[in-house]
């Protein structure tokens, strides 16, 4: 059974940096599309970062954090990271990893929520002005 498990819940002023983790488990995070996605109050979940690493690790980003954010992964942990940086109070949202072991560079791009199967519960960021 697949499991997400995310960590890194915080608050920080404009302009700081956050890190999430998530954590798989029973499946590998080395193979398919691990993704984050996050989802501020009153709006619809957006994508945010994307990686296909059997695809020569295909990294893809929302427009909207591309050069603030970086996601990486660390097989051996099986973790799945977002590396947030020059953050702006529209960042505020929660935070969901999301897992699709069946992947192509167009499920990639376009990072939509419907193309993800497993998803994790979710972790809170809030950044003030």
């Known amino acids: 059974q697949v499991q997400l498990a995310e960590s890194g819940v915080g608050s920080v002023q404009a302009g700081g940096s956050l890190r999430l983790s998530c954590a798989a488990s029973?499946?590998?995070?080395?193979?398919?599309?691990m993704a984050w996605f996050r989802q501020a109050a009153g709006k619809e979940r957006e994508g945010v970062a994307v990686?296909?690493?059997?695809?020569?690790?295909?990294?893809y980003y929302a427009d909207s954090v591309k050069g603030r954010f970086t996601i990486s992964q660390d097989n051996a942990e099986n973790i799945v990271s977002l590396q947030m940086n020059s953050l702006k109070p529209e960042d505020t949202a929660m935070y969901y990893c999301?897992?699709?072991?069946?992947?192509?560079?167009?499920?990639?791009?376009?990072?939509?929520?419907?193309?993800?199967?497993?998803w994790g519960q979710g972790t809170q960021v809030t950044v003030s002005s």
């Open positions: 999301a897992a699709r072991p069946i992947c192509s560079t167009s499920y990639a791009r376009n990072i939509k929520q419907a193309d993800f199967g497993f």
């Open positions: 029973g499946y590998s995070v080395s193979g398919g599309c």
């Open positions: 990686v296909f690493r059997s695809y020569i690790n295909f990294k």
